[in-house]
């Protein structure tokens, strides 16, 4: 079993990547990573419901990996300064995801 460091970024990245929803998420903020997004956004473009939209999104801010801003309606960024997020952008150009 993986311990230390390396175990928690494996956690981390476990976390981050543990459904379809945040997969989904994930790429469309990724493609758009200029753009800010509400969460009615990411539910039309995902085809996600609401209740999976919020609760993925919840996931994803806790680990840093999107940024919430307090507008209204509320806006969400992908945070490109995040090392998981850059690796995990890289590899989804490299699927081609």
């Known amino acids: 079993m993986d311990s230390g ?5 494996w956690k981390e ?3 981050g990547l543990g459904s379809v ?21 990411l539910e039309r473009r995902t085809g ?4 999976d939209v919020r609760s993925n999104l919840k996931i994803l801010i ?3 990996w999107v940024k919430e ?3 209204d309606p509320k806006t969400y960024k992908i945070n490109m300064e995040n090392d998981a997020v850059r690796l ?6 490299k699927i081609r995801y």
């Open 69 to 71: 801003y307090a507008y």
């Open 88 to 93: 995990v952008a890289e590899f989804f150009r």
């Open 48 to 51: 996600l419901k609401p209740v």
């Open 62 to 64: 806790d680990l840093e």
């Open 5 to 9: 460091p390396h175990r928690v970024v």
């Open 13 to 15: 990245i476990e976390t």
């Open 21 to 41: 929803g945040r997969l989904k998420i994930l790429k469309e903020m990724i493609e758009r990573s200029d753009d800010y997004f509400t969460k009615y956004m």
